[in-house]
């Protein structure tokens, strides 16, 4: 019993939607978050609950603590075709290069931050934390600087970066195209080839 109830509860993280209803891909939430990816002081816990996938419904999962993003389970229609396989590999593809881009990009922000920080009390004289124990802080202006000297050294990273997401998107988007056409053009054969042999068609 209470298996079967841990099972339901992580089943319940996760969400099914309809295909094609979804963004490309998952770069809605890929900007790096301060306040999310400083709050590491718990320790967070981890589901590794991944549900089989569909054949009519897309998987969407708990952002990941890391990058800020939905894992997405696409699903496998059935009697897939080498176009429609090509499209659902690319797009999982580009969700994974996409999660550990920005997993491995939050924790770099994260430990130069707190580096930064650190420095820049010991500089003053003083330490981390208070004499109650509560952890001291920077002023925005000081922090802004912080903010600055990452963007500016992180530049040329996040420029390749665009350039690489708007490349598989558009490559995506073509191969979303052509699926669809190719859907279309069978769907029309199909009703001709039943008008022609009588047969009705659903």
């Not at 816990?45 to 990058?67: A, C, F, I, M, Q």
């Not at 939905?70 to 994974?96: A, F, M, V, W």
Request: charged share 30%; glycine share 2%; aromatic share 10%.
């Amino acid at each position: 019993m209470a298996a079967r109830t841990a099972a339901a509860a992580r089943r319940s993280t996760w969400r099914s939607f309809c295909p094609f209803s979804l963004r490309l891909s998952a770069g809605s939430s890929r900007l790096c978050s301060s306040k999310q990816a400083t709050q590491k002081d718990k320790p967070v816990k981890r589901s590794t609950y991944r549900p089989e996938p569909s054949s009519t419904h897309d998987w969407v999962g708990p952002p990941n603590p890391l990058s800020n993003l939905r894992p997405i389970i696409y699903h496998i229609p059935d009697n897939e075709t080498e176009l429609e396989k090509r499209l659902r590999n690319l797009r999982q593809e580009t969700e994974d290069w996409n999660h550990n881009f920005w997993a491995k990009q939050n924790i770099t922000f994260s430990k130069e931050k707190e580096a930064f920080i650190i420095s820049q009390l010991k500089a003053k004289g003083l330490t981390l934390r208070d004499e109650d124990g509560r952890r001291r802080s920077l002023s925005s202006e000081e922090m802004a600087t912080f903010y600055k000297n990452f963007l500016d050294k992180n530049r040329v990273r996040h420029a390749n970066y665009n350039k690489e997401w708007y490349r598989r998107n558009f490559t995506i988007t073509l191969l979303m195209a052509r699926v669809t056409l190719n859907s279309m053009w069978r769907t029309v054969t199909e009703r001709q080839s039943s008008k022609k042999n009588g047969t009705p068609t659903s």
